[in-house]
């Protein structure tokens, strides 16, 4: 009863609990000032998000539960909420768009792929603290290394996108 009484609905309060929990809804709340960014801040920005986000993961079994649910059942509420985030995202992504207009990378699908990595990562090393490609983020070592990886891949992607050339 509680529940209707505060949530008008079971699913409100789910929505509520999640969007209470989600790394990125934060993030993308704070967004709306970053817009002004110079496109030479941009990766550096955008390593700092992913940095965060996989401190954020790897340090919050709640939310890595959470988005396992998100991604391991259909769900229409579940997909509203990420089809939420998903359009929130689009104004950062679209800073990026820019800078690799007429090259041949799709930084989108990298930053997909980033995303996608940490959280296998992050499951893998929190469920069975098991390796990756001889990663083991539970170690504070390979946990850094992972964290020096990102920021070189979006640099690296980065620079090779204000060229012709192919990453």
């Not at 999640?18 to 550096?44: H, K």
Request: with cysteine; glycine share 4%.
């Amino acid at each position: 009863m509680m529940i209707y009484w505060y949530f008008n609905s079971y699913n409100n309060l789910v929505k509520t609990y999640i969007n209470g929990r989600d790394f990125w809804r934060p993030v993308l709340d704070r967004s709306g000032s970053d817009e002004q960014l110079d496109e030479q801040e941009l990766p550096d920005y955008i390593s700092d998000i992913f940095q965060e986000q996989f401190n954020a993961f790897f340090n919050d079994p709640e939310l890595q539960k959470m988005i396992l649910w998100q991604v391991s059942e259909p769900n229409p509420l579940l997909r509203e909420i990420s089809d939420e985030r998903e359009s929130q995202a689009d104004p950062i992504i679209k800073l990026t768009d820019a800078h690799f207009d007429g090259s041949n990378i799709n930084f989108r699908a990298v930053l997909a792929l980033m995303l996608g990595g940490i959280y296998y990562v992050v499951w893998h090393a929190s469920t069975n603290r098991s390796k990756i490609c001889g990663i083991d983020i539970n170690d504070e070592r390979d946990r850094e290394a992972l964290q020096k990886a990102i920021r070189q891949v979006i640099e690296a992607v980065w620079n090779a996108g204000g060229s012709t050339q192919e990453v």
